[in-house]
């Protein structure tokens, strides 16, 4: 199986003509990283409750989390039960964030990066998190969508 991953990085920048050695100073907008950073823990977490309310065989596989639009994407249909698995998934997310999980970023390994939901497994993934899960307060499921083997769970942070 050949995994093709996409990783995109936005910037704005000038051109300048820089000496050898000269010190050059970035910055990064805290407000945009924080978003950023609920929505992917957001990601994880709605992964989480997949599998919390017996979606064991549904596996995540891909997403994206930005703050208009946010999705995780399986490889599983669901047929004919979404309105039910939209309400569990929406009680379970509340259940998760009402336990206040600290997550805990693990940079012992130079090939991976593993992220820990406090209680759950391990995870790899290099993007930013939040420190603990309640600083998402609050999460919704707002569609599944169902398309050949595929289900998009789409939702936004509150």
């Known amino acids: 199986m050949k995994i093709k991953k996409k990783i995109y990085h ?49 596996n995540p596989e891909k997403g994206f989390h930005f703050p208009d639009w946010c999705y995780v994407e399986c490889n599983w249909t669901l047929e004919g039960y979404k309105e039910e698995i939209l309400k569990n998934l ?35 993934c290099w993007w930013t998190h939040v420190k603990n899960i309640s600083e998402i307060w609050k999460i919704e499921v707002t569609k599944i969508k169902v398309k050949k083997w595929r289900s998009k769970f789409s939702y936004k942070i509150l």
């Not at 693990?106 to 939901?117: A, E, T």
């Open 10 to 58: 936005y910037w704005t920048f000038q051109v300048w003509n820089l000496e050898k050695w000269e010190k050059v100073f970035s910055s990064i907008n805290k407000e945009k990283r924080i978003i950023n950073a609920k929505n992917h823990s957001a990601w994880h977490l709605l992964s989480t409750a997949i599998k919390n309310i017996g979606l064991k065989e549904v």
């Open 90 to 124: 929406n009680t379970e997310l509340q259940n998760l964030i009402s336990k206040k999980l600290n997550i805990e970023v693990d940079n012992s390994n130079s090939l991976s990066r593993r992220v820990i939901f406090e209680g759950y497994e391990w995870i790899g």
